[in-house]
């Protein structure tokens, strides 16, 4: 079997050039680093060394040396982090959705430790439907999530709602479904929810054509329910929705700034040049959340994973009326 102390004798020979020199670097005699280095040869079938005038690699020993060097400093780093994580104690391991604004993430996050716990926080952040079921398996702890999604057993704290934004081209109105024509260039073939685009949309406004632009919205999969609650609540206006589907925030801000969406978003702080923000409130779209976590594995890194979980709420309510 291939050992470290195999892969030590390698590199040390191999920089060394000399038996004695090698063996005393390894903390041995040069008996067992002769006998070390045959076995390591024989594991591997090939001759590391040429022995005649000194000792200098073959040239499989030459191409060997930078994997044998790798695999000792991944075997040094193992150790490390081994140690570091025994040293810092109990973790507690938190998914945060994507939606939520990354001032408000981080307020949420640390909200446990100024609450004095002493754990160490590692946060992930991922689409609700990946949360979870990270939850679910036990590789997080708790999440925030959206609301509504299918818990499958989950333990949920309470619904909270974030205030929104809805950001249009400068000099455009509201996007489809709410109230007020947009005027806007054509978004280009973007998914309907109700339909594909077409020339019905077209209206004729103070000599004008006005064409409705599509709202950016992220992949349905990633959060089923809440995204059909999303477009169900557009659609309330009884006119047909239009979405375009975006990897993130960001790049629906570009759609946005390009004259070819709408974009509502959480975050107070997302805007570009020529791009104007007003409250989603005709209809309100608050982006809902909830914290959950899985209660059959209650003990393991949260102590008290409801009286955590309650502690990620306040900071959300707090994130929430500011």
Do not use: C, Y
Request: net charge neutral; no cysteine; hydrophobic share 45%.
């Amino acid at each position: 079997m291939l050992t470290e102390r195999h892969l030590e004798i390698f590199v040390a020979l191999a920089e060394e050039e000399h038996f004695g020199a090698a063996a005393q670097r390894v903390g041995i005699t040069q008996p067992p680093l002769s006998q070390g280095l045959r076995r390591l040869e024989a594991l591997l079938g090939v001759r590391l060394f040429e022995r005649k005038r000194g000792v200098f690699l073959t040239e499989e020993g030459a191409l060997l040396l930078p994997h044998a060097r790798r695999a000792l400093a991944a075997l040094a780093e193992l150790r490390e982090t081994g140690a570091r994580e025994h040293a810092d104690g109990r973790r507690l391991r938190l998914g945060l959705a994507p939606e939520v604004p990354a001032p408000l993430a981080a307020d949420v996050a640390a909200a446990p430790v100024r609450a004095g716990d002493r754990a160490r926080i590692s946060t992930v952040t991922a689409p609700t439907a990946s949360l979870l079921s990270d939850v679910a398996s036990g590789r997080l702890d708790l999440a925030v999530v959206r609301h509504p999604s299918v818990l499958h057993g989950l333990a949920a704290g309470q619904v909270i709602l974030l205030p929104t934004w809805i950001l249009t081209p400068a000099g455009s109105a509201t996007p489809a479904g709410s109230t007020g024509p947009d005027r806007s260039a054509d978004s280009g073939g973007a998914a309907r929810a109700g339909g594909a685009a077409g020339a019905d949309d077209a209206t004729e406004a103070g000599g004008a054509v006005v064409r409705r632009l599509p709202v950016a919205v992220r992949p349905r999969g990633e959060a089923p329910a809440a995204h059909d609650l999303f477009v169900d609540t557009l659609a309330s206006r009884g006119r047909r929705v239009e979405t375009v589907v975006v990897a993130d925030e960001r790049a629906g801000l570009a759609l946005v700034a390009a004259g070819q969406a709408v974009l509502v978003t959480a975050d107070e702080t997302l805007t570009a040049s020529r791009v104007e923000r007003r409250r989603a409130t005709d209809p309100p779209l608050p982006l809902r959340l909830r914290v959950v976590w899985n209660p059959r594995r209650s003990g393991a890194a949260s102590e008290d994973p409801a009286a955590t979980a309650r502690l990620l709420e306040d900071a959300l309510a707090e994130g929430a009326a500011r």
